[in-house]
């Protein structure tokens, strides 16, 4: 029940004993050269119930992550959003959630408009080398990149990302994989699986059950409200 605002420096909870929840993290940042990042360290607990929202890197030439960094755990029910770098170099990381080795868990969260012009990976980076990642009844959305903006998983990942019910689309990119654009995109040997998921780019066959190749409408995206809009079907095929 906190909020922390305009610091410079991060908020760390190093391992499973650790819970936070209903707390806001918004409008902190990172100045010059220097290895901290402005959002939430995940080292094992549970994030819960938070919002973690315009928080800025500016000419920081190292840090991996914007909003939330994540090296197991559970991340639940948290808004990730508008969290955006400013370098001028071209720092590796992610502007919504890094997942580091021990993977986790990301459940019913939304990760939205989170980016920058030199970040490479702007929703979520799931680099799970010793335990997997799944991420669940999750939207991933209007996430902004110079590679890959929505979700990717990068070739040093060695165990499995598993995907249900969500949705991943409106990611903006210069630069994008061959095959799957810059909404999502898996290079790790673990693989990655898709079970009830929506993307415009659609899913390899044999990725999983009941996905569909299309888009969503939301409420109103544009001013940050991504709740599902009424339609007879709900998407647009």
């Known amino acids: 029940n906190c909020t922390v605002y305009s610091a410079?420096?991060?908020?760390?909870?190093p391992n499973n004993k650790c819970v936070v929840t209903n707390c806001t993290?918004?409008?902190n940042s990172v100045l010059g050269y220097n290895g901290n990042s402005p959002g939430v360290y995940c080292g094992g607990a549970l994030i819960t119930d938070t919002y973690v929202i315009n928080n800025?890197?500016?000419?920081?030439?190292?840090?991996?992550?914007?909003?939330?960094?994540m090296n197991g755990g559970t991340v639940r029910r948290c808004v990730i959003m508008d969290n955006e770098s400013k370098s001028t170099t071209a720092p590796s990381g992610a502007g919504g959630i890094f997942v580091d080795g021990n993977g986790g868990t990301i459940e019913g969260c939304l990760i939205a408009n989170n980016g920058g012009q030199y970040l490479h990976y702007a929703g979520v980076y799931a680099n799970?080398?010793?335990?997997?990642?799944?991420?669940?009844d999750t939207t991933i959305a209007g996430n902004y990149s110079d590679y890959c903006a929505?979700?990717?998983?990068?070739?040093?990942?060695t165990k499995k990302v598993t995907v249900e019910n969500c949705i991943i689309q409106g990611?903006?990119?210069e630069f994008a994989g061959p095959d799957c654009g810059a909404e999502w995109?898996?290079?790790?040997?673990?693989?990655?699986s898709f079970d009830n998921c929506v993307s415009p780019v659609g899913f390899p066959e044999g990725a999983g059950d009941g996905n569909v190749k299309?888009?969503?409408?939301?409420?109103?995206?544009?001013?940050?409200?991504?709740?599902?809009?009424?339609?007879?079907c709900g998407l647009t095929c």
């Open 185 to 192: 995109e898996c290079c790790g040997t673990g693989g990655i």
């Open 56 to 69: 800025v890197r500016e000419n920081s030439e190292t840090g991996t992550y914007l909003g939330i960094y």
């Open 214 to 232: 299309g888009t969503v409408d939301f409420v109103d995206a544009e001013n940050g409200d991504y709740r599902l809009a009424y339609s007879p």
């Open 25 to 27: 993290i918004r409008n």
């Open 171 to 173: 990611a903006r990119s």
């Open 128 to 136: 799970c080398r010793s335990y997997g990642l799944t991420i669940k």
């Open 150 to 157: 929505g979700l990717y998983v990068p070739s040093t990942a």
């Open 8 to 13: 410079n420096y991060t908020v760390c909870a």
